[in-house]
């Protein structure tokens, strides 16, 4: 902390233009003025370094946060990816069910329709090799994740 006295003296320096004649008109002597200035001029450097410190700190905070908001934003695609996968494979269920449905119908309501419940089985096992295939990238991608969020976290 600078000390009133200093600031004093200094604008006393200004004031008379000279040390010689600011230490007269403070009624000290020239050398003691000139100490007094030198430690004004250490305190300034030592404040100037200080927030030279706080700068940088704050410029690396800055980044922190501008990474993690890169990397939040990345998460939320993903989560919003994997959600959408949900759906999918919730419509594909469906789709499958009333299929399924649809067999039993069939055959419940007439033994004669054979080849119409065998298109119907075709079907389904479309379906099911589809919703198979669904199953089998979303493990793969579910796999991949903290591979992806490594990277996102921690680019090269």
């Known amino acids: 902390m600078i000390e009133t006295y200093l ?9 008379h233009e000279t040390l010689i004649a ?17 430690k004004l ?9 200080s927030i030279d ?25 993903v989560a919003k990816e994997i959600e959408d996968g949900k759906e999918e494979m919730k419509d594909v269920i469906a789709g499958c069910t009333d299929n ?15 080849d119409q419940v065998e298109q119907h089985i075709d ?3 479309k379906n099911i090799t589809k919703k198979g295939f669904i199953f089998e990238n979303m493990s793969n991608l579910l796999e991949q994740y903290p591979a992806l969020i490594e990277n996102i976290a921690n680019p090269k």
Do not use: C
């Open 7 to 15: 600031l004093e003296q200094l604008v006393a320096v200004r004031k």
């Open 22 to 38: 600011a230490a007269e008109y403070l009624n000290i002597s020239q050398p003691a003025l000139s100490k007094s200035m030198k």
């Open 100 to 114: 399924l449905n649809g067999i039993t119908e069939i055959i419940d309501s007439s033994g004669s329709y054979y």
């Open 53 to 77: 410190d706080t700068r940088s700190a704050m410029q690396v905070s800055t980044r922190h946060v501008d990474e993690t908001e890169s990397v939040l934003g990345s998460l939320k695609e």
């Open 123 to 125: 079907e389904m096992s």
């Open 41 to 49: 001029e250490e305190n300034n450097k030592k404040l100037m370094t």
